[in-house]
Nanobody, 126 residues
Framework: QVQLVESGGGLVQAGGSLRLSCAASGRTFSSYTMGWFRQAPGKEREFVAT????????HYANSVKGRFTISRDNAKNTVYLQMNTLKPEDTAVYYCTIARGRGNYLYTRESDYDYWGQGTQVTVSS
C-alpha cells in the first residue's frame, strides 16, 4: 500500500516562503519520478513541478519557474517543494504524487501518476 503524506502548508504573506514535504512509503521511492500538483478553489488541479528518480532532472510550470524548487532525499523517502516569493495566486491545496512506472521521465499529466497524498493547504495573503 503506497502512502504519501504532505506537510508544511500554512498561511504566509505575499513575498514569503514555505517548504512542503512529502513522505512516501510502500514503494521503492528511489526508482520513481515524483510530482507536485495544486488545486485552487473553483479550478482544476494543475501541474506544478516534477523530479526524476535521482533528482538530477526537474521541470516546472511556467507560473512557478524561478520561484519554486523541487528536490528529493531518497535516503529519507521524501520529496520537497521550496516555495519562495509567494503570490496570492499560489493559494491552493498542494498534492504530492508518485509516477505509475519506473523510469527516468518527467511527467506533467495527472494520468501519469497513480497515488496521491491528502493535500496540504497553502494560503498566501496580500
Amino acid at each position: 500500500q503506497v502512502q504519501l503524506v504532505e506537510s508544511g502548508g500554512g498561511l504566509v504573506q505575499a513575498g514569503g516562503s514555505l517548504r512542503l514535504s512529502c513522505a512516501a512509503s510502500g514503494r521503492t521511492f528511489s526508482s520513481y519520478t515524483m510530482g507536485w500538483f495544486r488545486q485552487a478553489p473553483g479550478k482544476e488541479r494543475e501541474f506544478v513541478a516534477t523530479i526524476n528518480w535521482s533528482g538530477a532532472s526537474t521541470h516546472y510550470a511556467n507560473s512557478v519557474k524561478g520561484r519554486f524548487t523541487i528536490s528529493r532525499d531518497n535516503a529519507k523517502n521524501t520529496v520537497y517543494l521550496q516555495m519562495n516569493t509567494l503570490k496570492p495566486e499560489d493559494t491552493a491545496v498542494y498534492y504530492c504524487t508518485i509516477a505509475r512506472g519506473r523510469g527516468n521521465y518527467l511527467y506533467t499529466r495527472e494520468s501519469d501518476y497513480d497515488y496521491w497524498g491528502q493535500g496540504t493547504q497553502v494560503t498566501v495573503s496580500s
